[in-house]
């Protein structure tokens, strides 16, 4: 291994070829395995990346959402009426004197 390092030009290339050599059966083998000769497409990874970013993109907008909810979950909205008090109470009470001051019996 030293002589890959060390050593002349002449003496490095030659074990660069020893080493070729011995290695020369197991890169056979890899090159006969099928799963390696196909390899990734960059539209097989471009696909891969917007699925993950999909989801990553719908964790965020729950998270959002969620944060939102629970912001809001103690301050209800107000549906119609004044912003003073809860409207439906302010109703009732408007019903109940008008019904009130038109009571014959009053």
Known sequence: MNNLTDGTTTQRMEAL???AE???PKLKKVADNKEFIYSKSYYDIKNIVNGVLLVLG???GLVIWFIIHRQNKNHPHNS???ELGNSDYDAGFDEGYYMGSQDPFI
């Open 17 to 19: 070829f020893d080493l």
């Open 58 to 60: 719908i964790i965020v």
């Open 80 to 82: 119609g009426g004044s």
């Open 22 to 24: 011995r290695l020369e």
